[in-house]
T-cell receptor, first 115, second 112 residues
Framework: EADIYQTPRYLVIGTGKKITLECSQT?????MYWYQQDPGMELHLIHY???????EKGDLSSESTVSRIRTEHFPLTLESARPSHTSQYLC??????????????FGPGTRLTVL | AQTVTQSQPEMSVQEAETVTLSCTYD???????LFWYKQPPSRQMILVIR??????QNATENRFSVNFQKAAKSFSLKISDSQLGDAAMYFC?????????FGKGTRLHILP
């Protein structure tokens, strides 16, 4: 079944650790996105990608980095986690070749807590 | 620049009643998409309904319908026969090119 997956769902980690949040989609979508969202609050776009080897920074400055080596995979990495990184991270994808071109499908999210 | 405004941070409705969530947006474009997304507590964000700007007919999905007023740049969501499972954050969103611009959301409470 076509879907978008995120792992881990919950992560509690100490300050200074390197972490990678995984996002994979089986829908064949070219475009993928990362959002940061404090619980019950608005979404902030932090990274997006138009396809393999394409990555762009979003509207909210973030210390995280992303890569897009495979169409289906869009991991997000924090080299040194800090308590200010505590938040929920949502991954999304969208189709590029047929309308609606910007409708996004979301993963279940990763809730990150940095102690 | 495009913006999306949801003026109601929180709303409550009695179960089985009807509620309308407001959304306005600003754009100079003529063709675009509008969306309502639902995010239940600790659950996945899902699309509720979409509207293409050049279609005058208001979109409907079961108990969910929109009132799309293009000239007024208004896109409200009506939920009929509210159910406990409708309790969630609702985000209005404007889509243009490769991105979506989200409003800040409205938290909807359903009162039993």
């Amino acid at each position: 079944e076509a879907d978008i997956y995120q792992t881990p769902r919950y992560l509690v980690i100490g300050t200074g650790k390197k972490i990678t949040l995984e996002c994979s989609q089986t829908m064949g979508h070219d475009k993928m996105y990362w959002y940061q969202q404090d619980p019950g609050m608005e979404l902030h776009l932090i990274h997006y990608s138009y396809g393999v080897n394409s990555t762009e920074k979003g509207d909210l400055s973030s210390e995280s980095t992303v890569s897009r080596i495979r169409t289906e995979h869009f991991p997000l990495t924090l080299e040194s986690a800090r308590p200010s990184h505590t938040s929920q991270y949502l991954c999304a994808s969208s189709e590029r070749t047929r309308p609606p071109y910007n409708e996004q499908f979301f993963g279940p999210g990763t809730r990150l807590t940095v102690l | 620049a495009q913006t999306v405004t949801q003026s109601q941070p929180e709303m409550s409705v009695q179960e089985a009643e009807t509620v309308t969530l407001s959304c306005t947006y600003d754009t100079s474009e003529s063709d675009y998409y509008l969306f309502w997304y639902k995010q239940p507590p600790s659950r996945q964000m899902i699309l509720v309904i979409r509207q293409e700007a050049y279609k005058q007919q208001n979109a409907t999905e079961n108990r969910f319908s929109v009132n799309f007023q293009k000239a007024a740049k208004s896109f409200s969501l009506k939920i009929s026969d509210s159910q406990l499972g409708d309790a969630a954050m609702y985000f209005c969103a404007y889509g243009l090119d490769d991105k979506i611009i989200f409003g800040k959301g409205t938290r909807l409470h359903i009162l039993p």
